[in-house]
């Protein structure tokens, strides 16, 4: 696990977060990021971008006590049981909204935190001490606009914010095989590793084609919502700042990758 890098800008974070269970469970996935918390320090506040909030258009939560939302189905009473109370910013809302001008952003205050944004938050910052906004992923819109936004995201990481994107780089539910629970098919070890090799080349625009990157990325991909926040992370990226780290690269269960992909700055902004 890197150190903190000698930087007052924040690194940019998509974490591959699997079960909902992985919020209860101490495992080589959770302890990574516990780490990965602990070495970044706690930021201003964090945007999360999570697979499991679509829309149509483009909202971020502008509540002062976002809620913590329990949208997954038949899983112990335990999980339904968890909450992460951490506080919410309109201000970083209004500053998000600012930054995407001219589109139109929603100021939200009914979704909360979901799932894919708190069971991996309860990990990387268990004290729910720092503000937390989420940004919806407009699911009318070509990946090319998902990666452009991050870009425009960018400046965020400067004013000490954190972006966090949580999906996984492969996700195939109907693909599972519980039998594999260290190992993934050997098209979901291929995929994970194409999309290694094109990030560490610096190709990121590459996979916003990914529909067209042949019979591996179509079992891997099957829908595009748990890749998309990992091309928001990419387009926030600096390439000639930031360095790259692969967290945990393992595809479990078949087909599901839990990588998580840190990018650290190395200097002064």
Same mark, same amino acid.
């Given at each position: ?21 992985? /919020?209860? &469970? ?30 149509? @258009? !483009? ?23 968890? %909450? ?6 309109? &201000?970083? *809302?209004?500053?998000? /909204? ?18 894919? /944004? ?10 729910? $001490? !720092? ?16 990666? &452009? ?16 994107? %949580? ?14 629970? &260290?190992?993934?098919? $050997? ?5 994970? =590793?194409? !999309? ?5 080349? @610096?190709?990121?625009?590459?996979? %916003?084609?990914?529909?067209?990157? @042949?019979?591996? /990325? ?5 829908? =595009? ?15 000639? $700042?930031? *360095? ?26």
């Amino acid at each position: 696990m890197s150190t903190t890098p000698p930087s007052t800008r924040m690194p940019a974070l998509f974490i591959g977060h699997g079960t909902p269970m992985n /919020a209860l &469970e101490q495992n080589v996935f959770t302890q990574s990021w516990a780490a990965l918390g602990h070495c970044i320090g706690k930021p201003k506040a964090i945007l999360v971008v999570s697979a499991h909030w679509q829309t149509r @258009g !483009v909202a971020v939560t502008a509540m002062q006590r976002p809620e913590t939302i329990n949208d997954f189905g038949a899983f112990p009473k335990a999980l339904f049981d968890k %909450t992460y109370p951490a506080p919410g910013s309109p &201000e970083l *809302a209004q500053r998000i /909204a600012r930054l995407l001008q001219p589109l139109s952003v929603a100021q939200d205050h009914s979704w909360g935190l979901d799932h894919g /944004a708190w069971s991996i938050l309860v990990h990387l910052y268990p004290q729910a $001490d !720092v503000p937390v906004v989420q940004l919806s992923m407009d699911a009318t819109q070509s990946p090319s606009f998902h990666y &452009e936004l991050g870009q425009r995201l960018q400046p965020l990481r400067d004013e000490g914010v954190l972006i966090v994107g %949580t999906g996984n780089v492969v996700h195939n539910l109907g693909r599972l095989d519980w039998g594999m629970p &260290e190992n993934g098919y $050997d098209w979901a070890e291929r995929f994970q =590793a194409r !999309v290694q090799e094109i990030v560490t080349a @610096g190709q990121d625009w590459a996979l %916003t084609n990914f529909a067209q990157m @042949g019979a591996d /990325a179509q079992r891997s991909i099957p829908s =595009a919502d748990h890749f998309l926040p990992l091309l928001y992370v990419l387009g926030s990226r600096d390439r000639e $700042d930031d *360095a790259l780290e692969f967290v945990t690269p393992q595809c479990v269960f078949g087909s599901l990758s839990m990588m998580s992909i840190a990018l650290w700055p190395s200097r002064e902004p």
